[in-house]
């Protein structure tokens, strides 16, 4: 498919103004090929650091994952599978593990790509004055990468200079090493059988060195500077606009289907809609209140998609606050929230109900019903507590992000179950978005009641049971929850070297958290997107982001007339 990308442009900056909105300056950059199969994929915000070892958006995640590839990499159905490496073999404790690459990789300008590039991926991802925002993905688990970032006693994302010999010390100490060209060891902690699959993550994306010396701190901007490895090599970038990339020929496992992919930027709503009605974008990331429109329009209701993320919004109760440190109140604010409801009708179908912590497709998730939306059930729990009505209870603050203008009626609507059901009439604390996450920081100050959430970063139990619930794990700690039976359950499974072996561990675990429940799980934020039906070969997933089948259907997407 070939388009005329100044006319689509053209289109968006002329309904830009009907709309009234700010009409942007258009850049230099490259352009499209001359022919071949082209996809336009919409983005609404342009990503702040498309640099591997700083990346934690999706929107800049989305563009690492087609210009690289990790060591390994997801397949179709989010199993873990050999990438740049063609094998890997842990040691007999589990404390190290050795990857092959494969012989004769390239990037896509033909140089080799060696083991030494991964071993700098590692490296840079720990380096104190890189502090990206998933540090904490190999800071816990590779040998000496601590340390190394613990140089940096200013925090995250904020760059130091340290003490040079210590600074070289840390680094010659870190537990990585390049053998030879084509073999890369890795030392851990401790015992972590999960590695494979963080070594698919961003992290691991071997950018080149001497181009990211040669084009300092924003190197990443510039198009020359980003030759990857992955299916697609990026080719222009477009601030705010647009960025491109062209078929990789060098790719190991073959050519892609699409010959350029250009990724979108168009902010508001509204125009990216008529964008994707016209035909000058593929796929549209749907607003939550843009779903009825889309529903009522037959042709567009049978573009739409809807399924669920790999995420888990829960009930975030500080257990170290009154009244939730007696279980009968949590059980009672856990039935008296009607998913199905708030779902379909509150959210206009942008989440989907769920009962477990762990997601759905995860190995180790669990399939029940427990605190299913029961009014009678939430009134006698709460007759149960040691409180035993809801005048005795102590004043609940509940507190949620005022900068999103839908949040408001949402929350108003959720306190009002509590308020008809329980009779129970909590105060609602609008909070701006930037000081609700620095009282999350504060285990002093941490909220009393709020909604939280927790995303995915590689589709493991461990990421989900092991690194959020654990007695030492920061987010248990800052709200008081501690389970000794629960963390020997988590490092069984985290500890054990077969893969089928581990689930029962991981099951037994989430079965122990719903049960303790120190945050009900409420509901997963659905992907929501518009696609064209001249759009094929692509699987959905629930790591998608910003389009559909965006991390496993790069070679295999395809777009006819």
Same mark, same amino acid.
């Given at each position: 498919?070939?388009?005329?990308?100044?006319?689509?442009?053209?289109?968006?900056?002329?309904?830009?103004?009907?709309?009234?909105?700010?009409?942007?300056?258009?850049?230099? $950059?490259?352009?499209?090929?001359?022919?071949?199969?082209?996809?336009?994929?919409?983005?609404?915000?342009?990503?702040?650091?498309?640099?591997?070892?700083?990346?934690?958006?999706?929107? /800049?995640?989305?563009?690492?994952?087609?210009?690289?590839?990790?060591?390994?990499?997801?397949?179709?159905?989010?199993?873990? #599978?050999?990438?740049?490496?063609?094998?890997?073999?842990?040691?007999?404790?589990?404390?190290?593990?050795?990857?092959?690459?494969?012989?004769?990789?390239?990037?896509?300008? $033909?140089?080799?790509?060696?083991?030494?590039?991964?071993?700098?991926? #590692?490296?840079?991802?720990?380096?104190?004055?890189?502090?990206?925002?998933?540090?904490?993905?190999?800071?816990?688990?590779?040998?000496?990468?601590?340390?190394?970032?613990?140089?940096?006693?200013?925090?995250?994302?904020?760059?130091?200079?340290?003490? /040079?010999?210590?600074? %070289?010390?840390?680094?010659?100490?870190?537990?990585?090493?390049?053998?030879?060209?084509?073999?890369?060891?890795?030392?851990?902690? %401790?015992?972590?059988?999960?590695?494979?699959?963080?070594?698919?993550?961003?992290?691991?994306?071997?950018? !080149?060195?001497?181009?990211?010396? %040669?084009?300092?701190?924003?190197?990443?901007?510039?198009?020359?500077?980003?030759?990857?490895?992955?299916?697609?090599?990026?080719?222009?970038?477009?601030?705010?606009?647009?960025?491109?990339?062209?078929?990789?020929?060098?790719?190991?496992? $073959?050519?892609?289907?699409?010959?350029?992919?250009?990724?979108?930027?168009?902010?508001?709503?509204?125009?990216?809609?008529?964008?994707?009605?016209?035909?000058?974008?593929?796929?549209?990331?749907?607003?939550?209140?843009?779903?009825?429109?889309?529903?009522?329009?037959?042709?567009?209701?049978?573009?739409?998609?809807?399924?669920?993320?790999?995420?888990?919004?829960?009930?975030?109760?500080?257990?170290?606050?009154?009244?939730?440190?007696? !279980?009968?109140?949590?059980?009672?604010?856990?039935?008296?929230?009607?998913?199905?409801?708030?779902?379909?009708?509150?959210?206009?179908?942008?989440?989907?109900?769920?009962?477990?912590?762990?997601?759905?497709?995860?190995?180790?998730?669990?399939?029940?019903?427990?605190?299913?939306?029961?009014?009678?059930?939430?009134?006698?729990?709460?007759? %149960?507590?040691?409180?035993?009505?809801?005048?005795?209870?102590?004043?609940?603050?509940?507190?949620?992000?005022?900068?999103?203008?839908?949040?408001?009626?949402?929350?108003?609507?959720?306190?009002?179950?509590?308020?008809?059901?329980?009779?129970?009439?909590?105060?609602?604390?609008?909070? /701006?978005?930037?000081?609700?996450?620095?009282?999350?920081?504060?285990?002093?100050?941490?909220?009393?009641?709020?909604?939280?959430?927790?995303?995915?970063?590689? &589709?493991?139990?461990?990421?989900?049971?092991?690194?959020?619930?654990?007695?030492?794990?920061?987010?248990?700690?800052?709200?008081?929850?501690?389970?000794?039976?629960?963390?020997?359950?988590?490092?069984?499974?985290?500890?054990?070297?077969?893969?089928?072996?581990?689930?029962?561990?991981?099951?037994?675990?989430?079965?122990?958290?719903?049960?303790?429940? &120190? $945050?009900?799980?409420?509901?997963?934020?659905?992907?929501?997107?518009?696609?064209?039906?001249?759009?094929?070969?692509?699987?959905?997933?629930?790591?998608?982001?910003?389009?559909?089948?965006?991390?496993?259907?790069?070679?295999?997407?395809?777009?006819?007339?």
């Amino acid at each position: 498919m070939v388009r005329n990308r100044s006319g689509i442009w053209a289109k968006l900056v002329a309904l830009m103004v009907v709309l009234g909105l700010m009409v942007p300056v258009v850049a230099t $950059g490259v352009s499209a090929q001359d022919g071949g199969k082209t996809i336009r994929l919409h983005q609404a915000l342009y990503p702040e650091a498309a640099d591997p070892q700083i990346a934690s958006a999706s929107n /800049e995640i989305d563009i690492l994952s087609y210009n690289y590839e990790g060591l390994t990499r997801l397949d179709e159905n989010l199993a873990t #599978v050999p990438g740049a490496a063609e094998s890997w073999t842990f040691n007999d404790d589990l404390t190290s593990i050795t990857f092959k690459l494969r012989a004769g990789l390239t990037y896509s300008d $033909g140089s080799p790509l060696t083991a030494e590039r991964f071993r700098y991926a #590692v490296e840079r991802t720990c380096d104190p004055n890189v502090a990206g925002g998933y540090q904490y993905v190999l800071g816990d688990v590779v040998a000496g990468c601590g340390e190394l970032a613990g140089l940096n006693s200013a925090g995250e994302g904020t760059p130091v200079t340290v003490d /040079e010999a210590a600074y %070289e010390a840390a680094k010659d100490n870190l537990g990585v090493r390049a053998v030879d060209d084509l073999t890369l060891e890795i030392d851990f902690v %401790e015992p972590a059988p999960y590695f494979p699959t963080i070594a698919s993550l961003w992290v691991f994306f071997p950018a !080149k060195q001497e181009l990211i010396e %040669e084009g300092g701190p924003d190197w990443w901007k510039d198009p020359t500077k980003q030759i990857g490895n992955g299916p697609f090599q990026l080719t222009g970038i477009e601030q705010d606009q647009l960025v491109t990339f062209q078929a990789n020929e060098s790719y190991w496992a $073959g050519r892609a289907k699409i010959d350029t992919v250009e990724i979108v930027y168009v902010t508001d709503s509204a125009t990216a809609l008529e964008a994707y009605r016209s035909g000058d974008l593929d796929t549209f990331q749907v607003d939550p209140s843009q779903i009825p429109e889309i529903q009522a329009d037959p042709e567009l209701a049978d573009q739409l998609l809807q399924y669920a993320g790999a995420n888990t919004f829960y009930l975030n109760y500080n257990l170290k606050l009154p009244p939730f440190e007696d !279980k009968k109140v949590r059980e009672a604010f856990a039935y008296a929230f009607d998913r199905e409801t708030y779902c379909s009708v509150i959210r206009n179908g942008d989440c989907v109900p769920v009962y477990s912590w762990v997601a759905e497709g995860v190995p180790g998730a669990i399939q029940t019903d427990l605190y299913a939306f029961d009014p009678e059930a939430a009134k006698q729990a709460l007759a %149960e507590s040691t409180y035993g009505s809801a005048e005795a209870l102590p004043e609940i603050r509940f507190f949620y992000n005022s900068d999103d203008s839908a949040a408001q009626p949402r929350i108003e609507w959720i306190a009002g179950q509590w308020r008809d059901i329980l009779g129970v009439e909590v105060i609602l604390e609008p909070t /701006e978005g930037q000081t609700l996450v620095g009282l999350r920081r504060d285990p002093d100050q941490y909220p009393q009641l709020s909604i939280y959430n927790w995303f995915q970063d590689y &589709p493991d139990a461990q990421n989900w049971l092991s690194v959020y619930w654990t007695c030492n794990a920061t987010f248990a700690d800052r709200v008081g929850y501690c389970n000794e039976e629960f963390d020997r359950l988590t490092e069984q499974g985290d500890t054990e070297a077969d893969p089928e072996a581990r689930i029962p561990f991981y099951e037994q675990a989430g079965q122990l958290l719903l049960e303790d429940l &120190p $945050g009900p799980p409420l509901y997963s934020a659905a992907n929501v997107f518009l696609i064209k039906p001249t759009v094929t070969g692509y699987t959905t997933t629930s790591v998608d982001a910003s389009w559909p089948g965006e991390r496993v259907s790069a070679l295999t997407m395809d777009i006819t007339e």
